[in-house]
């Protein structure tokens, strides 16, 4: 079992910054790829980015590329998401998920969900 607790949402003006927290605990961390998706008001999830379990892997949807980068701290069991130059439309629900594949952009790879945290980008 691994339970997982997204922190570091909030309210941001456009062309603002965020940094997105995920603490892990269960499965042992160091081995498990992460992941960040996002669902916004009357949309599908969908994939923001995604490390390998030492972090050397990363992948990111298009429409974050440049803007947001994913990191994690094994020794704190931590996932990161540094979000800048934020726009309206990145407005959603952002979860972080743990996968025993080494690296996953599809939701249907990851095994256990956090519950979610509001991010909420205002123009």
């Known amino acids: 079992q691994v339970q997982l607790v997204e922190s570091g949402g909030g309210l941001v003006q456009a062309g603002g910054s965020l940094r997105l927290s995920c603490a892990a605990s269960g499965r042992t961390f160091s081995r498990a790829a992460m992941g960040w998706f996002r669902q916004a008001p009357g949309k599908e999830r969908e994939f923001v980015a995604t490390i390998s379990w030492s972090g050397g892997s990363t992948d990111y949807a298009n429409s974050v590329k440049g803007r947001f980068t994913i990191s994690r701290d094994n020794a704190k069991n931590t996932v990161y998401l540094q979000m800048n130059s934020l726009k309206p439309e990145d407005t959603a629900v952002y979860s972080c998920?743990?996968?025993?594949?080494?690296?996953?952009?599809?939701?249907?790879?990851?095994?256990?969900w956090g519950q979610g945290t509001q991010v909420t980008v205002s123009s």
């Open positions: 998920a743990s996968s025993r594949h080494p690296i996953a952009s599809m939701a249907e790879r990851y095994d256990y």
